[in-house]
């Protein structure tokens, strides 16, 4: 069964190291997300990623962030200078047209 | 703006009882609903989605859900529990083919 795959699994950073998570979603989804999930909160929206431009981000999702889709299968988050809030479940989804979104298993990111 | 209110924050059943977790959403337009589970350190299922038709739709694991337009919500039910359905369990709201407005969830714990 296809899935989203996300990579790495843990990564600890120093504050103020840029970092990128890297998702590779399913082959023939068309729309790309990421959301966040600080630890014992909900999961919040941060970008929807389509036809190679963003279709919305929220408020979290400042300057300091940023999505790419380099080669075409790869879908990368950047944060360029993290913070110790930044520390937090990050995870990938993909679908098609009015389906259901898919989720990778995430990445825990660890700022210290 | 859109919302989803889990008014439990957690709920403990015994194992072969019947489980009923609460889904209340605001949405303008006819919504796409869905609910997701997450064990502890992992990422998120889809147990089932709504996107039309039959109001009473039917999930993996037994779960199944109803769409009340007229109350706004979006029940998750389940006629008996196991004790490996203990996790968190998260309902969402979609728009379209965009972003998924997740509710804070419920943690289920199932006694044996």
């Known amino acids: 069964e296809p899935e989203v795959t996300q990579t790495p699994s843990h990564q600890v950073t120093q504050m103020g190291q840029e970092v990128i998570l890297r998702c590779v979603p399913i082959?023939?989804?068309?729309?790309f997300y990421w959301y966040r999930q600080i630890l014992g909160q909900k999961v919040e929206f941060l970008v929807s990623?389509?036809?190679?431009?963003?279709?919305?981000k929220s408020e979290i999702f400042d300057d300091q962030f940023s999505v790419e889709r380099p080669d075409g299968s790869n879908f990368t988050l950047k944060i360029r200078s993290t913070k110790l809030e930044d520390s937090a479940m990050y995870f990938c989804?993909?679908?098609?047209?009015?389906?259901?979104?898919?989720f990778g298993q995430g990445t825990r990111l660890t700022v210290v | 703006a859109q919302s989803v209110t889990q008014p439990d924050i957690h709920i403990t059943v015994s194992e072969g009882a019947s489980l009923e977790l609460r889904c209340n959403y605001s949405?303008?337009?006819?919504?796409?609903l869905f609910w997701y589970v997450q064990s502890p350190g992992q990422g998120l299922q889809l147990l089932l989605k709504?996107?039309?038709?039959?109001?009473l739709v039917q999930g993996i694991k037994g779960f199944e859900a109803e769409f009340k337009r007229s109350q706004s919500s979006f029940n998750l039910r389940k006629p008996s529990v196991h004790w490996s359905d203990a996790a968190e369990y998260f309902c969402?709201?979609?728009?379209?083919?965009?972003?998924?407005?997740f509710g804070s969830g419920t943690r289920l714990l199932v006694r044996p």
């Open positions: 989804a993909s679908h098609v047209m009015n389906t259901e979104a898919f």
């Open positions: 082959s023939n989804h068309l729309y």
């Open positions: 990623f389509y036809n190679n431009e963003i279709s919305e």
């Open positions: 949405y303008g337009a006819t919504p796409y």
């Open positions: 709504y996107f039309s038709g039959d109001t």
């Open positions: 969402a709201v979609g728009e379209g083919s965009y972003k998924l407005i």
